[in-house]
C-alpha cells in the first residue's frame, strides 16, 4: 500500500511543477522583434514619389550595385549579392537626401537598399 501512495504522490508533485513552470530551461525566452518605423515623408522635392516603379539604367553589363545607406557606393558598403541589372524595374520604397544628391530605396535579388537618383529612369 505504501508504494502506489508514494507514487501518486510523485506523480501529483511532477504534474504540479509542470502546470507552474515558465518552461524557460527547456524553452529560452526570445527578444520581441520591434516593429519597423514607416519611411518618413521626405521635406523636399524629388523626382520619382514613393511607391512609384521605376526603371535601372546602367551601361554596360556591370550591375548597378545597391547601398547599405543613402550614400556614394564604395566596395565597402554594397548590400552583399544585391546587385540590379539594366532594365530592372524596381518599386520606391524611401527617399532621403545625402551630400545634395538624391537616393531611393529600392528592392534587388530580395534584398533592399539604396540607389543614386542619377541611375534611375521613370516608367519601364
Do not use: H
Not at 514607416?38 to 539604367?57: M, Q
Not at 547599405?68 to 558598403?77: G, I, L, W
Not at 540590379?84 to 524595374?89: E, I, K, L, W
Amino acid at each position: 500500500m505504501r508504494k502506489p501512495t508514494l507514487f501518486v504522490l510523485v506523480m501529483l508533485a511532477l504534474a504540479t511543477m509542470a502546470c507552474w513552470s515558465s518552461d524557460t530551461l527547456f524553452i529560452p525566452p526570445t527578444a520581441t522583434v520591434a516593429p519597423t518605423d514607416i519611411p518618413p515623408t521626405p521635406n523636399f522635392t524629388s523626382k520619382y514619389a514613393l511607391g512609384e516603379e521605376v526603371t535601372v539604367v546602367t551601361t554596360g553589363i556591370a550591375p548597378l550595385y545597391i547601398t547599405k545607406q543613402a550614400e556614394a557606393p564604395t566596395r565597402s558598403n554594397r548590400v552583399p549579392n544585391a546587385a540590379c541589372y539594366a532594365d530592372t524595374v524596381v518599386v520606391i520604397e524611401g527617399i532621403q537626401q545625402a551630400g545634395g544628391e538624391t537616393y531611393y530605396q529600392v528592392t534587388c535579388n530580395n534584398l533592399s537598399g539604396w540607389v543614386s537618383e542619377t541611375v534611375l529612369s521613370a516608367g519601364r
